[in-house]
């Protein structure tokens, strides 16, 4: 289902002046100049250039909302272009090209749908492939269906082979919207803060090629209106998704009864990823995908671990093709001469001193293994909503009965990566019930070794948990609630050179939302291209 989209490119499409004529039509937020240092644009056309024209009869089609880009299988050459309508639409399509050669190519959309089984009312997202891409390169495109005020936005392909990068990662992020209540008022979105706003604006002044969303998207599932919580997640994030790809995890908070098998039927419609999976239900809940010497595996954790945390509970829903899928990438990108990084981004965690939900022992039964075997750099995480990472960890510590990871290095300022792996959890995307002040302060924590087998009154297994002794742990945030991480990639000059990764963790502060610097830390390791 996730499978890269074909294109249906045509030689000789908008000239250059008309495109951007078009350009002028999708409002004065879509201008496309890339953002921040993306690159220098040309001028635009004169005012009055040629746009679309309604005719009567296609008048009144849905607007183009919740403009969103992702990966295609090879983010050097492809991009999807993704929007949602809230009816069937006639003729989806993107014009694409660059400021120099104009909208020369044109790619017809695919439409997936689904019904949402609360409300009964059927969603329509449209996602086009954009094929044979040049490698770093900025690209415009404008997205249009028949009768509809066309939308833009512009972005730029990832470098194929070494080169410096950037990007951004944050979990747990909800939405700063309003909604309707069951019984009528006005009400917030589950879990709605003015940072889930705010932290895009973050996002936009770091201008990276890429962001990884760690799961917990929005909290649709706690909604009464889950269709219009999704729809607000993408109006608020689409002022930086239309411009780079933002990469998801589903979370626990993804998995909505009734829709689809295993209750994440919307995140599957709403998003096109670089899937390999063959099986329908499982495509797009796993992928990976590599941008210069970085190679990023994406998990849906809730397959492997033991807490119960969505609306159903779908513990071991692959029969293990994700951990399948898992060692495969992992021993194929280490031992790849063209991968230096690798990088899991997923949701629940393996480490967390925190009060809150804690590490989770079948995630460190089923993953600890495979990262130390084959070398994983870096974990991205969310779930607790505060921002902590660990030491380089690899292996346990020798009798522990929550397999406590053992730290293989105590440095916390420059870390060779070669000795182990980096927790990070960035739970801190704009979501209230923040756990910051939750920290055990005594250098202990909690890990859930076991749920019980049905589930109590709250409707969830409860969760057993045992005490450890957090030898782990690096950096915690105790003062701010909200931030996201950047990672700037310095990929080294010669084969076998060493290359680094920058680490910043920003706070997004309150009550303006403008950005701070928490900490910077370095990441080392020797490239993978060395003279053996």
């Known amino acids: 289902m996730d499978s890269p989209l074909e294109s249906a490119e045509e030689p000789g499409g908008l000239s250059r002046r008309h495109a951007l004529g078009l350009l002028g039509t999708a409002g004065a937020g879509a201008v496309a100049v890339p953002l921040l240092g993306a690159g ?82 059927t969603v329509y997202v449209h996602h086009a492939a954009l094929n044979r891409l040049k490698p770093s390169t900025d690209y415009v495109y404008l997205v249009s269906h028949r009768g509809t005020t066309p939308d833009s936005g512009n972005f730029r392909t990832a470098p194929r082979g070494r080169a410096p990068l950037t990007f951004t990662s944050f979990g747990d992020q909800a939405t700063p919207e309003v909604t309707w209540t069951a019984a009528g008022p006005v009400g917030l979105d589950a879990n709605s803060t003015p940072a889930s706003k705010d932290i895009v604006a973050g996002v936009e002044q770091v201008a990276p090629l890429f962001h990884l969303l760690n799961g917990d998207l929005c909290y649709a599932n706690l909604d009464v209106d889950r269709v219009r919580t999704w729809n607000n997640f993408f109006t608020n994030n689409t002022r930086s998704a239309r411009f780079r790809p933002w990469m998801p995890a589903a979370g626990n908070h993804e998995i909505e009864r009734a829709n689809g098998p295993i209750g994440l ?70 031992a790849s001469r063209e991968i230096d990084w690798i990088v899991v981004a997923m949701h629940q965690v393996m480490i967390s001193s925190s009060d809150a939900n804690g590490a989770d022992l079948g995630l460190r039964q089923k993953y600890g293994p495979l990262f130390d075997r084959y070398g994983v750099d870096l974990v991205v995480c969310g779930h607790e909503h505060n921002y902590e990472r660990s030491l380089a960890v690899k292996g346990v510590v020798s009798g522990s009965e929550t397999l406590t990871p053992n730290p293989a290095s105590t440095a916390t300022d420059d870390i060779d990566s070669a000795l182990g792996t980096v927790h990070m959890i960035l739970g801190g995307g704009g979501v209230s019930g923040t756990t910051n002040q939750a920290f055990f302060k005594d250098g202990t924590a909690k890990v859930i070794t076991a749920v019980s087998a049905t589930a109590g009154s709250n409707g969830k297994r409860t969760s057993t948990y045992v005490k450890e002794q957090a030898v782990w742990t690096g950096v915690r945030d105790l003062d701010h609630p909200y931030g996201f991480a950047a990672f700037t990639v310095d990929p080294g000059r010669h084969p076998g050179d060493t290359t680094r990764l920058q680490v910043t963790y920003y706070n997004v502060n309150m009550p303006n939302g403008n950005l701070s610097v928490f900490e910077q830390f370095t990441m080392h390791r020797k490239r993978s291209d060395g003279y053996s």
């Open 40 to 121: 220098t644009a040309e001028a635009a056309a004169p005012i009055g250039a040629p746009a679309f024209s309604l005719t009567p009869d296609a008048a009144g089609a849905p607007p183009v909302q919740g403009l969103h880009l992702t990966f295609g299988a090879d983010p050097s050459s492809q991009m999807v272009v993704s929007w949602i309508t809230d009816g069937a639409v006639d003729k989806p399509q993107v014009h694409y090209g660059t400021l120099r050669d104009g909208f020369g190519s044109n790619a017809a959309a695919q439409t997936r749908s689904y019904v949402d089984g609360k409300s009964g009312r």
């Open 265 to 334: 039927g919307a995140f599957q419609t709403y998003f096109s990823l670089p899937s390999t999976e063959t099986d329908a239900e499982l495509a797009g809940l796993y992928y990976a995908f590599t941008a210069g010497s970085v190679r990023v595996i994406v998990l849906q954790n809730d397959d492997n671990c033991l807490q119960d945390g969505g609306d159903v509970y779908i513990s071991g829903y692959s029969g293990g093709r994700q951990l399948s899928f898992l060692e495969k990438e992992l021993k194929e990108a280490r």
